[in-house]
């Protein structure tokens, strides 16, 4: 049974740091790409990156090119994201999902979701 389940989400004040960890369990971490994607309160979801099967292969959003980085543990199953210098409007439900692919398709096309978590980005 595929699942994974993001964690790390906070309250966190403007120009601040979070990890989020999004961990995988029901298929092998080290063949398949995972995406991270946000939907902010009364805003459609948004891609927010995607780490494919090596480290080389990562993408970002622009909004978050040069303060968010990916990154994999494939021995703990686990994803990360680490957000840095954090702006008021990357509050967010932060979600990780997989199309058990080698690359990142629209979210339309992602199969398998976590839960979110919340990020609070506010003074």
């Known amino acids: 049974q595929v699942q994974l389940v993001e964690s790390g989400g906070n309250l966190v004040q403007p120009g601040g740091s979070l990890r989020l960890s999004c961990t995988t369990s029901?298929?092998?971490?080290?063949?398949?790409?995972i995406g991270w994607f946000r939907q902010a309160p009364g805003k459609e979801r948004e891609g927010v990156s995607c780490i494919g099967k090596t480290d080389d292969d990562i993408s970002y959003a622009d909004s978050v090119k040069g303060r968010f980085t990916a990154s994999r543990d494939n021995a703990e199953n686990t994803v990360y994201l680490r957000m840095n210098s954090l702006k008021p409007e990357d509050t967010a439900v932060y979600y990780c999902?997989?199309?058990?692919?080698?690359?990142?398709?629209?979210?339309?096309?992602?199969?398998?979701w976590g839960e979110g978590t919340l990020v609070t980005v506010s003074s």
């Open positions: 999902a997989t199309a058990l692919l080698d690359w990142c398709p629209d979210a339309l096309y992602m199969d398998y």
């Open positions: 029901g298929f092998t971490l080290d063949f398949m790409a």
